[in-house]
């Protein structure tokens, strides 16, 4: 059965700054998703990592994938306020099933 | 384009009360979920349909039933609530199996 486990569970960071959220599963994926949740809101899909070495950017947020390492990163680049919310990935296992971690509360301060 | 659309938005039940959750979907896809989120465990899948008419447990299936009549409804079902049944809960669809899956904006369920 997939686990998913995100790292940190945590972050609290300053303006400016770059960090990496860490998503680690237990067996084989053969997709990725990242997505993000503010507050009393719903999940926006942010990135989905389809195949291993993928690499996607949005504005200062940055996803991979690394299916032999069973790792995928969130790299964020010179944080800002409006970058805090709680982000999830999520991996996949018999074909459909979607298992999220526990996701990353990021709040960016001044 | 109303995307996904959950109803209700809030629900209060009594224990043992039965209950229906509806998901409306305007993008002819063919998957849709549901999913339950609690505080600190992230959103965990109740079941699933990979189009109309076929329906399939998820991770967390016990007490819940459902059904996909039409492509565009996904209904969620609580036979007899539970306290533990409180959370908040999402629906999900998506046009392929790869593809991002889009949610509503969830629906608050208290049982008491």
């Known amino acids: 059965e997939l686990k998913v486990e995100q790292n940190p569970l945590f972050l609290s960071m300053q303006e400016g700054k770059n960090y990496t959220i860490y998503c680690n599963y237990s067996?084989?994926?053969?997709?990725l998703y990242w997505y993000r949740q503010d507050p009393g809101k719903s999940l926006e899909s942010l990135f989905v990592?389809?195949?291993?070495?993928a690499v996607k950017q949005e504005g200062r947020l940055m996803a991979s994938l690394d299916t032999k390492a069973r790792l995928s990163t969130l790299h964020i680049t010179a944080a800002v306020h409006d970058l805090s919310a709680t982000y999830f990935c999520?991996?996949?296992?018999?074909?459909?099933?979607?298992?999220f971690g526990t996701g990353t509360r990021l709040q960016v301060f001044p | 384009n109303a995307g996904v659309t959950q109803t209700p938005k809030f629900r209060v039940l009594k224990t043992g009360q039965s209950m229906t959750l509806l998901c409306a979907q305007d993008m002819n896809h063919e998957y849709m979920y549901w999913y339950r989120q609690d505080p600190g465990m992230g959103l965990r899948l109740i079941h699933y349909?990979?189009?109309?008419?076929?329906?399939a447990k998820g991770e967390v299936p016990d007490g819940y039933n459902v059904s996909r009549l039409k492509k565009q409804n996904f209904l969620l079902g609580l036979e007899s609530a539970a306290p533990s049944q409180t959370s908040v809960y999402f629906c999900?669809?998506?046009?392929?199996?790869?593809?991002?899956?889009?949610f509503g904006d969830g629906t608050r369920l208290s049982i008491l």
């Open positions: 349909s990979v189009g109309e008419g076929t329906t």
């Open positions: 999900a669809s998506t046009y392929y199996w790869a593809g991002p899956q889009h």
């Open positions: 067996t084989t994926s053969d997709r």
């Open positions: 990592l389809l195949s291993n070495g």
């Open positions: 999520a991996g996949v296992y018999n074909t459909d099933k979607l298992i």
